[in-house]
């Protein structure tokens, strides 16, 4: 007993030292743990983002609750991109370091980041102008706009931060370097939940810049944490080594890497698509009080799904590496084992929804009709959470292998057949009102999860070339 407490205590110090590994031998759940631990760590982290801001932006009242949410849907297709560069960038270089190609993985890391600039100052420059309109689109009140369109612009405008901190961490990875994503999550969250309060609320005879402050903390904060990742990509001594002098445009890389990213990218950007449009629906069946509490209890959601997203996403990285390695059979199991782990993890987390779901949401706010909105959606929602577990890493593991364009269709086919259909219809022509709509979420993440693990086993995805 004494000899296995040790042993996972190594196993924890080993994930947290940042070092590059070769996850193609040994130990295949030894493998998984060394890359799950600083994942569900850093997304941990990254879920803190979304219950800091809440928090403190909840005691400035509904209508600042409802503009963060509101911010955070739309907001949604710039993480949409994010990920999905991250998603081709994980997959590309996890491929060049099983087939022990650092230099390829170097120039692929570099070039990633190109692209991600490239496009990010396109999101930043619409999203400050059109601020206004993409919140009344999704169903915000005039006076929640005006309180806090503003809001909306900063985190639109510097969403440079955002991408960068999501596909650099994609590029540590790839090549199996997970601790060192960890940290720069850790520094990014810390900075943040230092100045919420001073930016939003002030300090001494200065009062603050209100709801802005938040935003310009959460900016300030993942900025830094891309300062970090750029230090260590420029003048670390990983694997990835990037000099000055290549960062040039290399087009053969780039046409290569966006033909991987842009189904990755639509993939997620289907999945918010339908996030925006229950946003929506929620708003208009209960309001601005059903929106603040429909916005607490998703912020919970995240809070849980992302660190499961970590287990997902060593998934990826083995799957990648074990590719490029020659071993598809080894990748299956690590898969199998993953999506297991995630499965047992996420049942907790469903039982804690349904059965504590009152105290989560009354910590946030103290609004009775917000309270039960919240508790019912939280309730709702965190039913499925087993099946979003499987769904996650299944969903991943395709992405691991570079075949991106499978799970856009499993997305496409979940939420824009089943949960929106569901939802719209449900509203419009049932007197289920808000309880069914939440229930469209559980029901659509079921199918998607039993399509992935049919699609899987079949085992197409053990022939794709990057």
């Known amino acids: 007993m004494l000899s296995k407490i040790n042993q996972g205590w190594q196993i924890i110090k080993d994930s947290l030292k940042g070092e590059e590994r070769d996850y193609t031998q040994g130990s295949i759940k030894t493998a998984i743990f060394l890359l799950a631990i600083p994942m569900i760590l850093e997304l941990s982290l990254e879920s803190v983002f979304a219950l800091v801001?809440?928090?403190?932006?909840?005691k400035l009242g509904s209508n600042a609750i409802a503009?963060?949410?509101?911010?955070?849907?739309?907001?949604?297709?710039v993480y949409s991109v994010a990920i999905g560069l991250s998603t081709a960038a994980t997959a590309v270089i996890a491929r060049r370091i099983g087939e022990k190609n650092t230099e390829g993985a170097s120039k692929a890391s570099v070039q990633a980041i190109i692209i991600s600039i490239f496009i990010s100052i396109i999101l930043g420059i619409s999203g400050w102008i059109y601020a206004d309109k993409l919140l009344t689109f999704i169903g915000a009140s005039e006076d929640v706009i005006r309180e806090g369109h503003m809001f909306?612009?900063?985190m639109f405008g510097f969403n440079i931060v955002i991408v960068l901190i999501f596909l650099i961490n994609g590029i540590f990875r790839g090549a199996g370097n997970a601790a060192l994503a960890m940290r720069s999550l850790w520094i990014a969250s810390i900075l943040n939940?230092?100045?919420?309060?001073?930016?939003?609320?002030?300090?001494g005879t200065w009062n603050g810049w209100g709801i802005e402050g938040a935003a310009i903390a959460t900016c300030i904060g993942r900025g830094s944490g891309v300062v970090y990742q750029l230090y260590?990509?420029?003048g670390g001594s990983g694997v990835i080594r990037i000099r000055w002098s290549d960062v040039v445009p290399d087009f053969d890389v780039i046409r290569s890497m966006i033909k991987l990213a842009w189904p990755a990218t639509f993939q997620f950007i289907i999945a918010s698509g339908s996030w925006i449009i229950l946003t929506r629906l929620v708003a208009e069946e209960g309001g601005t009080d059903a929106s603040a509490?429909?916005?607490?209890?998703?912020r919970n959601v995240v809070f849980f799904i992302l660190p499961a997203w970590g287990l997902s996403n060593a998934a990826a990285t083995l799957t990648g590496q074990n590719l490029g390695a020659g071993s598809p059979e080894r990748a299956e199991k690590s898969v199998m084992l993953a999506m297991k782990y995630n499965a047992i993890f996420m049942a907790f987390v469903s039982l804690i929804f349904i059965f504590l779901s009152r105290p989560i949401i009354g910590f946030f706010t103290q609004d009775a009709d917000v309270v039960n909105i919240g508790v019912r959606a939280l309730q709702i929602i965190g039913s499925g959470f087993i099946f979003y577990g499987i769904g996650m890493v299944l969903i991943q593991a395709l992405n691991g292998a570079g075949d991106t364009s499978t799970p856009t269709w499993i997305n496409f086919v979940g939420f824009w057949m089943i949960q929106i259909p569901m939802a719209y219809l449900i509203q419009y022509y049932t007197d289920f009102g808000l309880d069914g709509i939440f229930a469209a979420v559980p029901i659509a993440e079921t199918m998607i999860a039993i399509v992935?693990?049919?699609?899987f086993k079949r085992g197409a995805w053990k022939t794709v070339k990057v």
């Open 193 to 203: 939940i230092i100045l919420d309060p001073l930016l939003i609320y002030g300090i």
């Open 293 to 298: 509490g429909y916005q607490i209890a998703i």
């Open 452 to 455: 992935a693990y049919i699609v």
């Open 152 to 154: 909306t612009k900063i």
């Open 232 to 234: 260590h990509l420029f």
């Open 67 to 77: 503009i963060v949410g509101f911010t955070e849907s739309l907001i949604t297709l």
């Open 53 to 58: 801001d809440i928090f403190f932006v909840g």
